[in-house]
């Protein structure tokens, strides 16, 4: 089958190939915008939409899409982009009959009054974020939602329904032409709606009533199948609880087997019904460290004693199932998590593809994102991408010939990156904890240990994987010569049930000493001159900088904090502002506090935040950097227009932190 694969060789010219030696990757390379990145195909298979880089000024983001309908793969793809001086485009989706999903943002400062992320009283310096439907053609945006909520709605209740609420659309692939929105109107209810692309003629479905909220909605016709409830149980603890349509009463019925609680934070996520069976796809760890997929009979209360779906090593994300009117509700496979997002694939179709994608870019993840067995189309859309290569996105025709959509960053040599590997090592508690290891080009086992940096994750209730770093950071170092150390440290979700919840409590403590041990770790195995030591870290991984500043006899020379945590008491506060949320995640929020240990600052530590970042406030770089700047170890980098997530840091931001890293670390580092 790799034999058909001709559109390979192709490929390698446009996104980049060939030999090079080792050279650091320069920071215009990662401040620029991507050049191709969230790219769909619509469900007809016709036409294609991406994010691109605007060609007038990179450092800027448009809206482009592409006739595919007659693709040969004989010529280029002929592009339609509509670039906008005043929003950035920062996701699109293909729908059908069509249509384009678009989301926006624009920065904005004023006064939230308690709607989203932010300040509740006086003025706050954020974006906002708005949704749009348009066509292929992307010459109008029109607001999908404005006719069902501007009557008697006043501008500030529409502003706060723009800062606070996400609309989303649920596609129902057996209609060629209708899909459900849902939206909150202005009393923050949600509300769903089926919408007919074609007319725009919207018909009122359902919405949430009292405490019962709408869960899984069945894709075949759109009915409503589940609905989830928070019961309280006292002291800080909530029951959620599952109910699921009775057929035959036309009630909503509690599954009790289905019910999790705040305390031990099972997942429970009723994925998908089984049409064969009638019972449900339920993806849960409740009976194994993993989660794992399990068939669910409502009409009998009981799990299938055994799952259907499991990894001895990962977390399984759930089923896969056929979406055309050929195979609807087939299963086709599995998704778990891996060192990368994976697929096992059980359809034999979908296996040969796999397969023969993967013998094509060797080395690579190959991840199918639509079309084949899945939806019924000809052409297959999938992205490929490794350590040392940026996400590049392909399209398969008729299984037989490869065409180049485009990368990323194709000005990157992949053969000038580092190697990243997942590594374990042991806690000095016995606990196993995963990591990401990128070394620098060319370093071989047994060569002079290099000076090295311990990347901690945002979150923490997030991870890392092994694919390319899309903040850059890792080959940025890599390439300048030192080992970088991603640890998943216990509070790390997707590694299983255990270390997740062995996080709770242990900010700046155990969950700390997993980050030292790590760098102790690379230390004992060459990997790292345990002279030449750094930390590093963004968000929570700003804490965990900030947490070691000020720890007596660590393993680091100096710290960077990136937007990070530095007040673990005020954290705490703002998350348990909300009853729900500190029962879930406020209450494990407790350990060593930073800010009330800045006397004991003991290393040189760069902190640079963000002007606009309402996630973590500016006030934790400010307020540290105020107690500690009289010890002239402290350097404040303060970044305008910077807001807390990727998306929303824009390249002159990515140029001022990446340089004020490199310089620190030579310089006050000495590294």
């Not at 590594?423 to 070394?439: E, M």
């Not at 709770?504 to 155990?510: M, N, S």
Request: aromatic share 10%; hydrophobic share 35%.
């Amino acid at each position: 089958m790799a034999k058909s694969y001709l559109g390979v060789a192709l490929a390698a010219v446009l996104f980049g190939s060939g030999a090079a030696s080792a050279q650091k990757l320069d920071v215009e390379s990662i401040a620029r915008m991507s050049d191709t990145t969230g790219v769909s195909m619509s469900a007809e298979g016709d036409f294609i939409v991406a994010i691109k880089a605007d060609p007038r000024d990179t450092s800027k983001r448009i809206i482009a899409s592409a006739d595919i309908s007659n693709i040969d793969g004989t010529k280029p793809l002929n592009w339609t982009a509509t670039p906008s001086d005043r929003m950035s485009f920062i996701g699109a989706e293909a729908l059908k009959a069509g249509k384009v999903w678009v989301i926006a943002n624009q920065m904005w400062t004023g006064n939230l009054g308690g709607c989203g992320e932010g300040r509740v009283t006086g003025s706050t310096k954020t974006w906002l974020y708005k949704a749009f439907l348009s066509d292929k053609t992307l010459k109008a945006f029109n607001d999908p939602f404005e006719s069902g909520r501007s009557i008697g709605v006043s501008e500030e209740t529409l502003r706060c329904l723009e800062i606070g609420s996400r609309p989303d659309i649920i596609d129902l692939p057996l209609d060629p032409e209708s899909v459900i929105v849902q939206q909150q109107d202005s009393d923050f209810v949600s509300r769903y709606s089926k919408v007919n692309l074609k007319t725009g003629k919207s018909q009122a479905l359902y919405k949430d009533v009292g405490e019962l909220s709408i869960g899984l909605i069945d894709p075949r016709d759109g009915k409503v199948l589940t609905k989830q409830k928070s019961e309280t149980k006292g002291n800080l603890n909530y029951d959620f609880e599952t109910h699921i349509l009775n057929r035959e009463t036309g009630n909503f019925d509690l599954e009790a087997p289905l019910t999790v609680d705040t305390r031990n934070r099972n997942a429970m996520t009723v994925q998908a019904y089984d049409e064969e069976t009638g019972k449900y796809f339920v993806v849960t760890d409740k009976f194994s460290d993993k989660s794992a997929v399990y068939l669910y009979d409502a009409r009998t209360d009981k799990f299938d004693d055994a799952p259907l779906f499991a990894h001895q090593d990962f977390n399984a994300l759930g089923v896969v199932l056929g979406r055309s009117k050929d195979n609807f509700g087939k299963i086709l496979g599995f998704r778990y998590e891996g060192a990368d997002p994976q697929t096992f694939w059980t359809d034999p179709d979908m296996v040969s593809i796999q397969k023969g994608l993967e013998a094509s870019f060797k080395g690579q993840t190959v991840s199918i994102m639509s079309g084949g067995g899945v939806d019924g189309s000809k052409k297959v859309l999938f992205s490929v991408e490794s350590p040392r290569n940026p996400p590049a996105y392909y399209l398969l025709l008729n299984k037989t010939k490869l065409v180049g959509i485009g990368s990323e960053r194709p000005w990157i040599k992949p053969e000038t990156m580092g190697q990243r590997s997942l590594v374990y090592y042991d806690a000095r508690d016995g606990v196993k904890v995963p990591a990401f290891l990128t070394l620098p080009p060319n370093f071989k086992k047994g060569d002079a240990a290099p000076p090295a940096i311990v990347l901690p994750h945002g979150g923490p209730w997030a991870r890392d994987y092994i694919g390319w770093d899309g903040s850059g950071w890792t080959q940025f170092f890599a390439t300048r010569g030192y080992a970088v150390l991603q640890p998943q440290y216990r509070g790390s979700d997707g590694w299983g049930h255990s270390l997740w919840l062995a996080g709770d409590g242990e900010w700046g403590l155990k969950m700390q000493d997993d980050k030292d041990d790590g760098a102790n770790w690379m230390a004992k195995e060459g990997y790292a001159d345990k002279n030449k030591i750094a930390i590093f870290g963004y968000s929570y991984g700003g804490f965990a900088a900030f947490a070691a500043s000020v720890r007596q006899g660590g393993p680091y020379q100096c710290a960077i904090a990136g937007a990070g945590v530095s007040n673990l008491t005020r954290i705490a506060n703002n998350w348990g502002e909300n009853r729900m949320q500190r029962a879930y995640q406020g209450r494990t929020v407790k350990g060593m506090d930073p800010q009330q240990n800045t006397s004991k600052l003991a290393m040189p530590i760069l902190i640079y935040h963000g002007d606009r970042d309402v996630r973590v406030p500016l006030y934790h770089a400010t307020d540290f950097y105020n107690a500690v700047k009289g010890t002239g170890k402290a350097k404040l980098l303060i970044l305008k227009d910077m807001g807390h997530q990727g998306i929303l840091w824009t390249s002159e931001n990515h140029r001022e932190s990446l340089k004020a890293m490199e310089d620190f670390l030579h310089n006050d580092c000495k590294m």
